[in-house]
């Protein structure tokens, strides 16, 4: 059991990213795609900031005297995580508009059908 | 050194982020001015980029953001593999931007001039950057105009791929992204050199699988074989302009940033066998995809693959000579292939058509844009007085010069590609100009905001492929400043 205490958030994030890609390999349908796309961002964001997480941790402001740079958390990937957010806010939103300008040319949304474009 | 503390590569990157946002606030006074900002960019960027060169070429210039020293702060190291590829870059959005004036007439004009100045920062900020993270924003910037300006005509074919290139390019995105996450988790940086520094053996897995992942994810916006599928819908379905951009500047980026996450960061030496090989199968399936197409753009689009595979198999052979000419090759790429794209770009609009059945006789209608193309695509076969033979021929010497067997046949190989190549092209330019003469009718030139840009790639194309010297004295210590780990390592971190 303590392997699972100790690595959850690992777990959790790969089991999210795997979710994702899977979504995004298997499913037809443009929104599941999309929806899988977000599920993996998600995880990517979980993997990153459980990599600078302490158990109990602080915040790493020297707010008051005692407080010990050893209990803080790592700053670093929550800065990530926010740009990695941003970014996948202006991704989801692309490809949410893309969805619309798709669904007016062809009238569907199944990737399968959608292929005009050859090799 | 003190005339260099006010010519700062910051600015590379400022001015034209700060001019794409400057479109919308100049669009409520005229809207009309939005197109002149690229233009007005670019010209900046390319007198600052031409004076920090020799600067750079002497001594990296490092550049702490807000005064935190390298490890901690992010940087710009402004070396001559950095600078080169700024001014190649600021080179070509200038020249594009100035064809833009007149070829883009329909859809949002002001969105397309601020997705053009985001997507050419975005391009600058990975060149020059010396931080990984950072490397990771500036192609999401890259990424996410390019997907937007696939998309720009709004028709069926550039909505389709747009969606195709999107989900491609971000699933790499995510790739990129965990890749740098375990990596700062095991060496808490992110700063390149330093990393290089405290990396050592790149064979064991914890440091192997963060390679792999980052050479996935960068691999699918470098279009290198089996990661390119994206690539011949999103270059054929962009306006004309953007497909010079994306064949120009947008992949070879992309190549940049896995030659530097593996010369650099990894130091990798001794599996590039893999990455040859890789390179000769990517010209061999881009070569003879391009023949067999009938659509124009998708022919030059799969001409890209094809070069890229060459840039990558000179990159692998790994000796000072194949990677100056694997720079080289970028070059020649960027100049050739940017010509051709905007030169079809205007013989497809007078025309109508794609097709290239449809040129017949265009050699008369258009007599110098017909010459132009014909000069960039003799470029990129490797005729001798343009830069495509230079580059080349100095990549054969390379592969020579390994004096394995296995080198020999793989050039033997590569020859081989660059025939179908000049097949394919010869093909085209005897359509244009030998067939279908009788219907000449009147003449209908480009105009002159095209022709400009077209004359200065191709004056630059026969001068640099007649004075091959000239670009050598950049290229190499480029080559040297990639091999050279320990002296990169030394110049940010002192």
Redesign the interface.
């Known amino acids: 059991m303590s392997f699972l205490h100790n690595y959850i958030y690992y777990i959790g994030a790969f089991g999210l990213i795997f979710i994702g890609l899977f979504i995004m390999a298997v499913k037809r349908n443009y929104i599941k795609i999309v929806i899988g796309l977000s599920i993996l961002e998600a995880g990517v964001n979980l993997f990153l900031i459980s990599v600078g997480y302490i158990a109990n941790g602080t915040a790493p402001i020297f707010s008051r005297t005692g407080l010990n740079a050893n209990n803080m958390v790592d700053p670093v990937p929550q800065a990530l995580v926010l740009t990695a957010i941003v970014i996948g806010l202006a991704v989801m939103g692309l490809a949410l508009s893309l969805a619309i300008g798709l669904y007016r040319h062809y009238g569907t949304l199944n990737l399968h059908e959608i292929k005009e474009q050859r090799w | 050194m003190a005339d260099t503390t006010n010519l700062n590569p910051v600015l590379l990157i400022a001015v034209p982020l700060g001019l794409a946002f400057l479109i919308p606030l100049l669009g409520l006074i005229s809207r009309k001015s939005a197109k002149w900002l690229p233009v007005i960019g670019f010209l900046f960027n390319l007198v600052l980029a031409l004076l920090i060169l020799p600067h750079s070429l002497k001594q990296p210039i490092i550049v702490e953001i807000a005064g935190f020293a390298p490890p901690f702060g992010i940087n710009l190291v402004a070396g001559p593999v950095g600078m080169l590829l700024a001014t190649l870059i600021a080179l070509t959005g200038l020249l594009v931007a100035i064809y833009a004036l007149r070829y883009i007439k329909e859809g949002a004009q002001q969105k397309y001039h601020i997705l053009f100045l985001l997507l050419l920062t975005g391009a600058t900020g990975v060149v020059l950057t010396g931080d990984i993270?950072n490397l990771f924003?500036f192609f999401?910037i890259l990424c996410?105009s390019s997907?937007?300006l696939v998309?720009y005509l709004?028709?069926?074919?550039g909505?389709?791929?747009?969606?195709?290139y999107?989900?491609q390019g971000?699933?790499g995105?995510?790739l990129l992204?965990?890749g740098?996450?375990l990596l700062?988790?095991q060496f808490?940086t992110?700063n390149m050199a330093d990393l290089a520094k405290q990396i050592g053996d790149y064979t064991e897995a914890s440091v192997f699988i963060p390679m792999v992942l980052m050479i996935t994810g960068l691999g699918i916006e470098a279009a290198i074989f089996p990661l390119n599928a994206w690539l011949?819908?999103a270059h054929?379905?962009a306006p004309s302009s953007i497909s010079a951009i994306l064949s120009g500047i947008a992949i070879e980026v992309g190549l940049y940033a896995v030659i530097r996450v593996l010369f650099t960061i990894f130091a990798v030496s001794n599996f590039f066998m893999f990455f040859t090989v890789l390179g000769v199968l990517t010209i061999l399936i881009g070569e003879m995809?391009a023949f067999a197409q009938k659509n124009i753009k998708r022919m030059l689009a799969y001409s890209s693959i094809g070069q890229i595979g060459l840039i990558v198999f000179a990159f692998a052979i790994s000796s000072q000579l194949g990677v100056a000419g694997g720079l080289f090759q970028i070059i020649s790429h960027t100049l050739g292939k940017a010509l051709l794209f905007l030169c079809a770009g205007y013989m497809i609009f007078r025309t109508g058509s794609m097709d290239i059945s449809s040129f017949e006789g265009i050699g008369k209608k258009m007599p110098l844009t017909a010459l132009f193309f014909t000069i960039g695509a003799f470029s990129i076969v490797g005729l001798p007085p343009f830069t495509g033979f230079a580059s080349k021929f100095v990549i054969i010497r390379a592969a020579l010069a390994k004096g394995e067997l296995l080198f020999q046949i793989l050039i033997g190989i590569v020859l081989i590609g660059t025939i179908i190549e000049g097949a394919y092209f010869f093909k085209l330019i005897q359509t244009m100009y030998f067939k279908g003469v009788h219907k000449a009718d009147k003449r209908e030139e480009s105009p002159v905001t095209a022709l400009i840009p077209m004359f200065v790639l191709a004056g630059l194309i026969i001068f640099i492929g007649m004075f091959p010297n000239f670009i050598a004295k950049i290229l190499n210590p480029a080559a040297s400043e990639l091999l050279d780990r320990a002296k990169y390592i030394r110049s940010v971190l002192g």
């Open positions: 993270f924003v999401e996410i997907y937007t998309a709004g028709n069926r074919a909505l389709e791929s747009a969606v195709k999107l989900i971000s699933i995105s995510s992204l965990i740098i996450g700062y988790g808490g992110l011949p819908d054929s379905s995809s």
